[in-house]
């Protein structure tokens, strides 16, 4: 067996990215995989993935949905091969969106500066993200003045 160096400082990125992997994207996945089988079992509900697939890639990212269809096929007996690489495939065809407002989009469109900010760019990607990726510069302002 061959054996290949590694720095301290890279072994030290191992070890960070092993303990982020087991402590946070792990329980991440099981707790989705529990909302997934709160819906019934998840082969015969198709919808977990189907269902709002583009919202939970931008919330949760591609890399996040794609391990958890690893683990629900590794897990399931119920979830074949055909199955797990037509949602692999929905998952990778899927767009990426990203939130074209920020804080001085809204200064711009006459928000004052201050902590407002935040809890109204929260209220505006809400609406974006519940209006398929969509929300119109009227809307945006609207927005603004009622807050």
Partial sequence: MEKEPITVEGLK????????LK?????KVVEAIAEARSHGDLKENKNFFNR???KNIYLNNKNHLINLNI???VSNSKYKLRDFLETLKKILKSKCYIFPIDGLYLMK?????????????KIIENEWINNGFKISKDRVKEIIKLN
């Avoid at 402590?23 to 329980?27: A, E, G, H, I, L």
């Fill in 52 to 54: 709002d697939l583009e």
């Fill in 71 to 73: 683990l629900n096929f």
């Fill in 109 to 121: 469109n006459g928000m004052k500066e201050g902590a407002a900010i935040g809890r109204v760019l």
């Fill in 23 to 27: 402590n946070v994207q792990r329980p």
């Fill in 13 to 20: 990125n191992l070890k960070s990215e092993l303990e982020n």
